[in-house]
């Protein structure tokens, strides 16, 4: 049985959270999406191990992984939406990522590009209004 919440409770928001083999690299990889570190945990020997990334409405944390990250396992992708498509493409490629060209899916008409993440997670980018 599924209770609904009756306007007393409820949950107000929701950030994704990826475990990732090397938070830093990851966040490196993120930032070239535009976006910005909002906060962040390091261990013991200064080495980054939680990170809160944001650009405008678009949040994701990201917390240092136990074991191996297996590709092929990742049961999520990640929709991201851009004002201009070409250009962060373009700035994708300028910094060696590997994306897709521009398809044009009837959900997405104007536009979506395909790229993955250091760990394997897909990410897809639609163009925006």
């Known amino acids: 049985m599924i209770a609904k919440a009756n306007g007393t ?3 107000t928001g929701l ?3 990826a475990h990732v083999v090397d938070v830093q690299r990851s966040a490196d990889f993120y930032q070239l999406l535009g976006m ?3 906060g962040s945990l390091c261990d013991g020997a200064g ?6 990334l944001v650009c405008e409405s678009a949040q994701l944390m990201l917390a240092r992984a136990s074991g191996p990250i297996v590709a092929s396992q ?3 992708l990640f929709y991201l939406y851009s004002p201009d498509l070409v250009r962060l493409r373009e700035q994708l490629l300028a ?3 590997e994306v897709s060209g521009i398809t ?3 959900y997405m008409p104007k536009g979506e590009i395909r790229l993955e993440d250091p ?8 163009q925006s209004d």
């Open 47 to 52: 080495a980054l191990r939680w990170v809160h």
């Open 9 to 11: 409770s409820k949950a």
């Open 104 to 106: 044009y899916p009837d």
């Open 36 to 38: 910005e570190v909002r």
């Open 74 to 76: 990742q049961a999520v």
């Open 119 to 126: 760990d394997g997670y897909v990410l897809l980018v639609g």
């Open 15 to 17: 950030i994704p959270m």
């Open 95 to 97: 910094s060696r990522v």
